[in-house]
């Protein structure tokens, strides 16, 4: 079928079939459904592979992220790709399952496509710059959330310094350390916000305890063992991620803990796994929405000449039961 046989099923010119089927141009809802219903009667489809050799653009992204199993990377997925619905950019998700090897493999594989950007979530601040520079070389590159320094592609992510410091005003303001000792529960500093952090816990809560693992609800598991076998008993737990807080959470009261009243936990992330914590988390909630917009703005109109090569923005701190204001809790510092 071609797009003369749709044009002449829907009574329309072949030029308006084009128009209605890439939404290239406006045009009346009743007369685009009467072409893609003629479209689909026939069997016809479009020929992408031949409008982007046409158009010498594919209008494809590629997002590769370190691990889906991961729910923080699994949302910032979702919400990029609900952010790209609105444009005529079609969107294609890879994961790297948390290998830099593969990582590189699957760059390559979306730049063999022809892509016009890419995403990525680097899995490691160093040895993730070969993959980053091959696709800065080719496509239209932009980091998400992690980042990696001096490869040319732009960054967009959450200013974690500034979340951070969210979170040391709110336990001077709500916690009394003397009662509940501060201690980080983080992931070794394999990747940029993994390092900024504990970098700006450590700045703010010097001399204090800091326990380093994976970004995993077991990780969380194995630390609140730890803290607990060592005879702690009462303590302000702040979890690099929310998928760490969760698995202290978990464990802290399946030994009989209370939340808040013996530990408090405080997460870093504020969507994905955030909902099925219990007592609901305190949070820093990353700002994922206007940081899937800021991408789209950078790609949606190539070249993007001029534009800010890094983008930072400020989180907000989401006050929850694991962690309550003071008036709440009944404590003053």
Same mark, same amino acid.
């Given at each position: 079928?071609?797009?003369?046989?749709?044009?002449?099923?829907?009574?329309?010119?072949?030029?308006?079939?084009?128009?209605?089927?890439?939404?290239?141009?406006?045009?009346?809802?009743?007369?685009?459904?009467?072409?893609?219903?003629?479209?689909? /009667?026939?069997?016809?489809? =479009?020929?992408?592979?031949?409008?982007?050799?046409?158009?010498?653009?594919?209008?494809?992204?590629?997002?590769?992220?370190?691990?889906?199993?991961?729910?923080?990377?699994?949302?910032?997925?979702?919400?990029?790709s609900r952010v790209v619905e609105t444009s005529d950019i079609e969107l294609l998700v890879a994961s790297a399952g948390d290998s830099v090897e593969t990582e590189r493999r699957m760059i390559s594989s979306f730049l063999d496509r022809q892509v016009d950007s890419l995403?990525?979530?680097?899995?490691?601040? =160093?040895?993730?710059?070969?993959?980053?520079? /091959?696709?800065?070389?080719?496509?239209?590159? &932009?980091?998400?959330?992690?980042?990696?320094?001096?490869?040319?592609?732009?960054?967009?992510?959450?200013?974690?310094?500034?979340?951070?410091?969210?979170?040391?005003?709110? &336990?001077?303001?709500?916690?009394?350390?003397?009662?509940?000792?501060?201690?980080?529960?983080?992931?070794?500093?394999?990747?940029?916000?993994?390092?900024?952090?504990?970098? /700006?816990?450590?700045?703010?809560?010097p001399g204090s305890r800091v326990l380093l693992g994976t970004f995993d609800v077991r990780w969380g598991q194995q630390a609140a063992d730890r803290l607990l076998d060592a005879g702690m008993t009462r303590g302000t737990l702040v979890a690099a991620a929310d998928i760490?807080?969760?698995?202290?959470?978990?464990?802290?009261?399946?030994?009989?803990?209370?939340? #808040?009243?013996?530990?408090?936990?405080?997460?870093?992330?504020?969507?994905?796994?955030?909902?099925?914590?219990?007592? /609901?988390?305190?949070? =820093?909630?990353?700002?994922?929405?206007?940081?899937?917009?800021?991408?789209?703005?950078?790609?949606?109109?190539?070249?993007?000449?001029?534009?800010?090569?890094?983008?930072?923005?400020?989180?907000?701190?989401?006050?929850?039961?694991?962690? #309550?204001?003071?008036?709440?809790?009944?404590?003053?510092?």
């Amino acid at each position: 079928m071609t797009i003369s046989d749709v044009a002449a099923r829907a009574g329309v010119s072949p030029a308006t079939v084009s128009r209605a089927l890439t939404g290239s141009r406006p045009m009346s809802p009743e007369l685009a459904e009467r072409v893609r219903t003629a479209a689909q /009667e026939l069997g016809y489809r =479009v020929n992408l592979l031949g409008r982007a050799l046409r158009q010498q653009r594919s209008s494809v992204m590629g997002l590769v992220v370190p691990d889906l199993d991961n729910p923080f990377f699994a949302s910032l997925a979702e919400h990029l790709s609900r952010v790209v619905e609105t444009s005529d950019i079609e969107l294609l998700v890879a994961s790297a399952g948390d290998s830099v090897e593969t990582e590189r493999r699957m760059i390559s594989s979306f730049l063999d496509r022809q892509v016009d950007s890419l995403v990525v979530i680097p899995c490691d601040e =160093v040895q993730s710059q070969g993959g980053l520079e /091959e696709a800065t070389d080719h496509a239209v590159t &932009v980091q998400l959330d992690r980042r990696v320094l001096e490869t040319g592609a732009y960054y967009v992510g959450c200013d974690n310094r500034y979340g951070m410091s969210l979170v040391a005003g709110h &336990v001077r303001d709500d916690v009394d350390a003397e009662a509940q000792p501060v201690v980080f529960v983080g992931a070794e500093p394999r990747s940029s916000s993994a390092h900024e952090r504990l970098e /700006e816990f450590r700045r703010q809560f010097p001399g204090s305890r800091v326990l380093l693992g994976t970004f995993d609800v077991r990780w969380g598991q194995q630390a609140a063992d730890r803290l607990l076998d060592a005879g702690m008993t009462r303590g302000t737990l702040v979890a690099a991620a929310d998928i760490i807080a969760l698995g202290l959470l978990s464990r802290l009261q399946a030994r009989g803990h209370r939340v #808040p009243d013996d530990f408090r936990v405080i997460g870093f992330d504020g969507v994905g796994v955030t909902r099925l914590a219990h007592p /609901e988390l305190t949070t =820093v909630r990353q700002p994922v929405e206007e940081m899937s917009r800021r991408i789209l703005e950078l790609v949606g109109d190539l070249p993007v000449d001029g534009a800010e090569q890094e983008i930072r923005i400020r989180p907000t701190l989401v006050l929850g039961p694991s962690s #309550p204001p003071a008036a709440r809790s009944g404590r003053r510092s």
